[in-house]
């Protein structure tokens, strides 16, 4: 199981001479025209400088206080 299979160089060589079918969509039946329109393409905003606590009790006040998290 889940072996996988090594091509081989004769399988190679007649896999080169087979003729390569081009088929277009229409031929299928499938429209291929763009269905999505793009209305505008903006750079994200910055993101602000982080800041370093010292401690473990600094990081939480600062969670509770001023981001508001826990």
């Given at each position: ?9 004769p399988?190679i ?7 390569l ?50």
């Amino acid at each position: 199981l889940n072996e996988p299979r090594y091509v081989t160089l004769p399988n190679i060589m007649k896999a080169k001479k087979k003729p390569l079918e081009n088929v277009k969509p229409a031929d299928l039946g499938v429209d291929v025209a763009p269905r999505l329109k793009t209305l505008k393409v903006a750079e994200p905003a910055g993101r602000k400088a982080g800041i370093k606590v010292a401690d473990v009790a600094a990081l939480v006040d600062k969670l509770k206080n001023e981001a508001k998290v826990i």
